[in-house]
């Protein structure tokens, strides 16, 4: 019985994998698509003209981490993880610290990209970690009026493959790649109405979220193999 629920199970497995390929497939060509009209119809608009860019910072020199959870959060790139920010392994600083770079902190309004190594990777930080500090391997894009621009249509535009074109094509191609903030400026997206940017965003969080959906369901059968296994060698 054991082993027909495990082959069950792997087919279960199998077949959600495929599902979400196929959708990650559809969702990146729907973007491409759906993006790539937006400039040829309402033309494009330098980030610069709607926002404002400012860099993170790194720990005051001779200081560490806090060795316990403190209220004040440090965000690293090594955090940033599926638009978002994985938080199993988040530092945290003393309220000394903090207090010291209390300037670069991000909000939850704002678009997090990476500057500094692996570059071009963008989010939105979850609002339990609004006020956080930003690591200085990182720059917020902020958005000087939310009734015209929304923080998550210029995230899903960055994210994708138009976007990070626009990002490697200022990147400073040297032994450590860069991103300098005034380039981020310089980045262009497409001028695009607000209603029409939400109703794009419903729809990218609706794809994003069902892979998000069918990722957690293979990692649930994944345990569930595991555990299988683990009778079957008893």
Do not use: W
């Not at 440090?74 to 945290?92: A, G």
């Not at 990209?113 to 339990?128: L, R």
């Amino acid at each position: 019985k054991i082993v027909t629920l495990f082959l069950s199970m792997l087919n279960y497995k199998n077949n959600l994998l495929l599902t979400k390929q196929n959708l990650e497939t559809l969702f990146l060509s729907y973007q491409l698509r759906i993006l790539g009209g937006l400039k040829e119809e309402f033309g494009d608009i330098k980030l610069g003209k709607i926002c404002t860019v400012k860099g993170g910072k790194r720990l005051p020199k001779g200081s560490n981490f806090s060795k316990k959870k403190s209220p004040h959060p440090y965000i690293r790139v090594s955090d940033f993880h599926n638009l978002s920010v994985d938080t199993s392994q988040i530092k945290f600083i003393s309220p000394d610290i903090q207090s010291r770079i209390a300037k670069y902190t991000i909000s939850s309004n704002d678009i997090y990209i990476s500057i500094a190594g692996t570059i071009g990777i963008v989010g939105i930080i979850p609002e339990e970690l609004e006020g956080s500090n930003l690591t200085e391997n990182a720059a917020k894009i902020v958005i000087n009026d939310a009734n015209s621009f929304s923080n998550r249509f210029i995230m899903y535009y960055l994210n994708s493959a138009l976007g990070q074109q626009s990002i490697s094509s200022y990147t400073a191609t040297t032994t450590q790649p860069k991103l300098a903030l005034m380039r981020i400026e310089k980045i262009k997206i497409p001028n695009t109405p607000i209603d029409l940017q939400m109703n794009l965003v419903t729809h990218f969080d609706l794809l994003k979220n069902t892979i998000a959906t069918l990722n957690n369901r293979i990692n649930e059968t994944t345990v569930i193999q595991q555990k299988l296994i683990e009778n079957l060698l008893k």
